[in-house]
T-cell receptor
Framework: EAGVAQSPRYKIIEKRQSVAFWCNPISGHATLYWYQQILGQGPKLLIQ????????DSQLPKDRFSAERLKGVDSTLKIQPAKLEDSAVYLC??????????FGEGSWLTVV | KQEVTQIPAALSVPEGENLVLNCSFTDSAIYNLQWFRQDPGKGLTSLLL?????REQTSGRLNASLDKSSGRSTLYIAASQPGDSATYLC????????FGTGTRLLVSP
């Protein structure tokens, strides 16, 4: 069974530039999550989708972050404009409802 | 607001030792508790999931217990190996997981 796929794996951008991350969940998983993990901390949920609807985006900085999940499969997370404090690993995850959550390998962002 | 704490932050042991990692949470009204492993530069791998009605789960050399009344979970690793070296994270919640900051484990040959 293929896992959660993410790209790009690594990205370095200058502050105020924009960046987009892509995620393809495990086939059949209706729930998709984006987490942000700052170095030395545990992951923090940014947004949760159920199919193509948003379930929870309470911790998403909506002035600069946006996410979409068109057609209820792939998802894109965008940051515009980026700030230095956005340097982190962006982890995509998916699950069947109420079951174990599976994470991708993450997209590592450095903002300089 | 749920808060999750993991102690110790780092642990170094010689190969072969049995060890225990601790996780505590402030709100006992949890649905599930999961233990994850994170290798450097990698994502998270789910190790064990304990549902709120369960007391423990076992997988190979790993055993995780859950005591909701005291707000604690432990991850027991038997006969540790150098390949067990990683950061171990616990997380509580149903779908919106709240994570601890992890325990960084180093097992020396």
């Amino acid at each position: 069974e293929a896992g959660v796929a993410q790209s790009p794996r690594y990205k370095i951008i200058e502050k105020r530039q924009s960046v987009a991350f892509w995620c393809n969940p495990i086939s059949g998983h209706a729930t998709l999550y984006w987490y942000q993990q700052i170095l030395g901390q545990g992951p923090k949920l940014l947004i949760q989708f159920q199919n193509n609807g948003v379930v929870d985006d309470s911790q998403l900085p909506k002035d600069r972050f946006s996410a979409e999940r068109l057609k209820g499969v792939d998802s894109t997370l965008k940051i515009q404009p980026a700030k230095l404090e956005d340097s982190a690993v962006y982890l995509c995850a998916s699950s069947l409802e109420g079951r174990r959550i599976y994470f991708g390998e993450g997209s590592w962002l450095t903002v300089v | 607001k749920q808060e999750v704490t993991q102690i110790p932050a780092a642990l170094s042991v010689p190969e072969g030792e049995n060890l225990v990692l601790n996780c505590s949470f402030t709100d006992s009204a949890i649905y599930n508790l999961q233990w994850f492993r994170q290798d450097p530069g990698k994502g998270l791998t789910s190790l064990l999931l304990i549902q709120s009605s369960q007391r423990e789960q076992t997988s190979g050399r790993l055993n995780a217990s859950l005591d909701k009344s005291s707000g604690r979970s432990t991850l027991y690793i038997a006969a540790s190996q150098p390949g067990d070296s990683a950061t171990y994270l616990c997380a509580v919640g149903f779908q919106k997981l709240v994570f601890g900051t992890g325990t960084r484990l180093l097992v020396s040959p």
